[in-house]
């Protein structure tokens, strides 16, 4: 059975930090790319960060600079590190582990107030 449990989602003024955790289980975590999506009402999901199984990882443009994927395989855990928040980055952040398929964790929402 495959889990993948997030955490570190909450409220937060615009411009400060959070992190995320996602703690994956019954997978071989080092096979797997992981990544992070969010999504809001009548939104598509949209791709945040994404890191491969070798190290090499890729941002939404959004993001980019703001935001830092990084992966701990002793942990099976996948992080992702927000700072200068803005309102718009309000969502449901998922974690997802990629390899034959992909599994899906049920989201943490983060909030930023303006």
């Known amino acids: 059975q495959v889990q993948l449990v997030e955490s570190g989602g909450g409220l937060v003024q615009s411009g400060g930090s959070l992190k995320l955790s996602c703690v994956a289980s019954g997978i071989t975590f080092s096979r797997y790319a992981m990544a992070w999506y969010r999504q809001t009402p009548g939104n598509q999901r949209e791709l945040v960060a994404r890191?491969?199984?070798?190290?090499?990882?890729n941002y939404a443009d959004s993001v980019k600079g703001r935001f830092t994927i990084s992966r701990d395989n002793a942990r099976n855990t996948v992080y992702l590190q927000i700072n200068s928040l803005k309102p718009e980055d309000t969502a449901v952040y998922y974690c997802?582990?990629?390899?034959?398929?992909?599994?899906w964790g049920q989201g943490t929402q983060v909030t930023v107030s303006s």
């Open positions: 890191i491969l199984i070798g190290g090499m990882t």
């Open positions: 997802v582990a990629q390899w034959f398929r992909d599994y």
